[in-house]
């Protein structure tokens, strides 16, 4: 059977590490799949081929990971986590912190930027991101979670800074945050252009900071 086609291993929820040993063999995954999408785009990647690069079982990846866009969801997360100072290697990237500016929208709007740049320099990896962030919407069991909670909502959270009203402030981050994703989109395939892009994320900065 096709790795692309659904099977019985993919209808449950993926597995979390709860152990260093696993975690580290988690990151192991996402470096392979990463290097691989890379170099072949989402359609020439194989889930047998990125576990033989990661030096593990296949049985071990669809453990963690249930279907391949549900593997590169991570692999985005992942990335980004890497580039705001991720979490399981590598230094922080040079983005903005939170305070560094006297204007938050421009904070947001610089984070947002870069975070862009970073994805982009990688066309058949950001191709893949993209393309599976719309199958695995589509499928059965799709992978869901607050996008304030993760690393790039976050981030964004703090950069806004304490508002009276929180929720208003996970509204402000839940709208940054899609409009940075129809943007990347509409950089990755051409609908406009990288300067257009960049000048349209500053305007929702600073308009959403605003709210």
Excluded: N
């Amino acid at each position: 059977m096709s790795d692309d086609m659904p099977g019985p291993a993919r209808a449950r929820r993926p597995a979390d590490p709860v152990s260093s040993r696993q975690a580290a063999r988690r990151v192991r995954i996402l470096r392979a799949a990463s290097a691989l999408g890379a170099r072949e785009g989402l359609a020439g990647v194989q889930m047998h081929d990125v576990a033989r690069e990661a030096g593990v079982a296949i049985a071990t990846l669809y453990r963690y990971f249930p279907s391949k866009p549900c593997l590169f969801l991570a692999v985005l997360e992942w990335h980004i986590e890497q580039f705001l100072g991720g979490r399981e290697d590598g230094p922080a990237h040079d983005v903005p912190a939170a305070g560094t500016s006297a204007d938050p929208a421009t904070e947001v709007a610089d984070t947002l930027i870069a975070l862009t740049g970073k994805l982009l320099g990688s066309p058949l990896l950001a191709s893949a991101v993209a393309l599976s962030s719309f199958m695995e919407y589509a499928s059965a069991v799709p992978t869901r979670f607050d996008i304030v909670e993760r690393a790039l909502g976050q981030r964004l959270l703090r950069l806004l800074g304490d508002r009276a009203d929180p929720e208003t402030g996970r509204s402000r981050v839940r709208l940054l945050v899609y409009s940075w994703w129809g943007l990347f989109v509409a950089m990755l395939t051409a609908e406009i252009s990288t300067e257009q892009g960049e000048t349209d994320l500053r305007l929702a900065a600073r308009l959403i900071a605003a709210a």
